[in-house]
């Protein structure tokens, strides 16, 4: 059974950084692209980055690049969320999701699949 | 930035169809996928790939996708079917980055 857990969440000053971990259980974690997806409250959701199975490609929202940076240790099967520089409006439950590939007839690219983590909340507040 | 937008409220009453929309300039070359979350859950998948349905999503549930819009249908709504419907997409720009809709809230009633 795909387990998602997430941890870390915390409240933290404008300003400071902190970072998230997933950690996955129930499927080979090295073979899969993972994403984190956010949900600020009463809002709805937003797509944040996602990272190849391997970690040698990422890409990221506008709203959170130069700021965040995703990593994964495969032999750890984690996943990490490093933000820094937060700011009130980086404040959602944060979700780690499993990626299901997307292929049309000309190529194959990352989507947000069916396996979800029940998410961390970070607060950013002074 | 890519945007999808989707309608922000959808009524019915128990037993008609419900159609959600989302639209978007890329759609014509990604796929959609369909989101249902219900309150202080996480997101379940509930059409993937335009109209594939995951195991276990009832049959009531099904998708399609004409040029640049995406149509989520559930075929004779029941109230256990209230909750947030969101669209999920990806941009065409080769940068893989995802969006999401504004998120409708489906009302059965």
């Known amino acids: 059974q795909v387990q998602l857990v997430e941890s870390g969440g915390d409240v933290v000053q404008p300003g400071r950084s902190l970072r998230l971990s997933c950690a996955v259980s129930g499927f080979t974690f090295s073979s899969y692209g993972m994403h984190w997806v956010r949900q600020a409250p009463g809002k709805g959701l937003e797509w944040v980055a996602v990272i190849s199975y391997d970690g040698s490609n990422k890409y990221y929202a506008d709203s959170v690049k130069g700021r965040f940076t995703i990593s994964r240790d495969n032999s750890k099967n984690t996943m990490y969320l490093q933000m820094n520089s937060l700011r009130d409006e980086d404040t959602a439950v944060y979700f780690c999701?499993?990626?299901?590939?997307?292929?049309?007839?000309?190529?194959?690219?990352?989507?947000?699949?069916?396996?979800w983590g029940q998410g961390t909340l970070v607060t950013v507040s002074s | 930035s890519y945007e999808l937008t989707q309608p922000p409220s959808v009524s019915v009453s128990p037993g008609q169809t419900a159609r959600i929309t989302c639209s978007g300039d890329?759609?014509?070359?990604?796929?959609a996928r369909w989101y249902r979350q219900m309150s202080g859950q996480a997101p379940v998948l509930v059409i993937y790939?335009?109209?594939k349905r995951p195991s276990g999503i009832p049959e009531r549930f099904s998708g399609s996708s004409s040029g640049t819009m995406a149509t989520l249908t559930i075929n004779g709504a029941q109230v256990e079917d209230e909750a947030d419907y969101y669209c999920y997409s990806t941009d065409s720009s080769g940068i893989h980055r995802g969006v999401f809709g504004g998120g409708t809230k489906l009302t059965v009633l």
């Open positions: 790939d335009d109209s």
């Open positions: 999701v499993k990626d299901l590939e997307a292929c049309t007839r000309s190529s194959c690219y990352f989507a947000l699949g069916q396996d």
């Open positions: 890329a759609l014509p070359e990604k796929y």
